[in-house]
C-alpha cells in the first residue's frame, strides 16, 4: 500500500527566499509523480506532473524532482513571494488512482 | 473548454438526509475519478468510473455511499442518511482516458464541501 508523507507540515518563509519541500513514497510502482497547490477553502491546482521515466520538471519558478529508486520527489520554490502562501501537495499516480501526502502548509511573509 | 465542474460548492444537510453531488467532467472525458477530503487529513481516493461503469470502489465506504457516471449527464456520488462524519470536501477529476497511458496532469474540479449538522 502506497504511503505518501510530506516534511515540513508547516513552513514560514520570507519574501524573497529560496525553498526545498519534500515528499517520500514507498511504492515505486507509480506512473507519475504529481505537485499541487490548494489555496484555503479552494481546489487544487496542478503545478508539475513528473513522469515515472523523467528526472525533473520545471515551471517558471518551480522545479520539481524525481528519484524513484529513493522514493522521493522535491519542489523547489526560487525567490518566493506571499502570493506563493498556500498549502502544496504531493501525490504518486498508479493503479488509476492519486495517493496524497498531508501536504506543506507554506506563508510567505513580507 | 470549460473544466470540471462540481456543484454545488456548498451543501449543508441534516443528519439522516441524503446528499447528492454531482460532477461534469471536462468535455471529451469519459472516466471519473472521486476523493474526499476530511478535516486535517488529506485527500484519499473514493471511486473510479467510466460512463456506466464503476472500476475502482476500493476507497468508498461499504455503507450509505454510491456513485454513478450514466451515459449521459454527470457523474453522481450519493451519501444515505448523511452522519457529522461524512463532513468533508469532496473533489472530483477527469480523464480522457485510463491513466496508466496518458501522462498529462489530473486536472480537480473546485469540490463540493458538506457539512452536516
Known amino acids: 500500500k502506497q504511503e505518501v508523507t510530506q516534511i515540513p507540515a508547516a513552513l514560514s518563509v520570507p519574501e524573497g527566499e529560496n525553498l526545498v519541500l519534500n515528499c517520500s513514497f514507498t511504492?515505486?510502482?507509480?506512473?507519475?509523480l504529481q505537485w499541487f497547490r490548494q489555496d484555503p477553502g479552494k481546489g487544487l491546482t496542478s503545478l508539475l506532473l513528473?513522469?515515472?521515466?523523467?528526472r525533473e520538471q520545471t515551471s517558471g519558478r518551480l522545479n520539481a524532482s524525481l528519484d524513484k529508486s529513493s522514493g522521493r520527489s522535491t519542489l523547489y520554490i526560487a525567490a518566493s513571494q506571499p502570493g506563493d502562501s498556500a498549502t502544496y501537495l504531493c501525490?504518486?499516480?498508479?493503479?488509476?488512482?492519486?495517493?496524497f501526502g498531508t501536504g506543506t502548509q507554506l506563508k510567505v511573509e513580507l | 473548454n470549460a473544466g470540471v465542474m462540481q456543484n454545488p460548492r456548498h451543501l449543508v444537510r441534516r443528519r439522516g438526509q441524503e446528499a447528492r453531488l454531482r460532477c461534469s467532467p471536462m468535455?471529451?472525458?469519459?472516466?471519473v475519478y472521486w476523493y474526499r477530503q476530511l478535516p486535517e487529513e488529506g485527500l484519499k481516493f473514493m471511486v473510479y468510473?467510466?460512463?456506466?461503469?464503476?472500476?475502482?470502489e476500493s476507497g468508498m465506504p461499504k455503507e450509505r455511499f454510491s456513485a454513478e457516471f450514466p451515459k449521459e449527464g454527470p457523474s453522481i456520488l450519493r451519501i444515505q442518511q448523511v452522519v457529522r462524519g461524512d463532513s468533508a470536501a469532496y473533489f472530483c477529476?477527469?480523464?480522457?482516458?485510463?491513466?496508466?497511458?496518458?501522462?498529462?496532469?489530473?486536472?480537480f474540479g473546485n469540490g463540493t464541501r458538506l457539512t452536516v449538522t
Open positions: 477529476a477527469s480523464s480522457p482516458r485510463d491513466r496508466s497511458s496518458y501522462n498529462s496532469p489530473l486536472h
Open positions: 511504492d515505486s510502482a507509480i506512473y507519475n
Open positions: 513528473i513522469q515515472s521515466s523523467q
Open positions: 501525490a504518486g499516480e498508479g493503479g488509476n488512482k492519486l495517493t
Open positions: 468535455k471529451g472525458h469519459s472516466h
Open positions: 468510473l467510466q460512463k456506466e461503469n464503476i472500476i475502482d
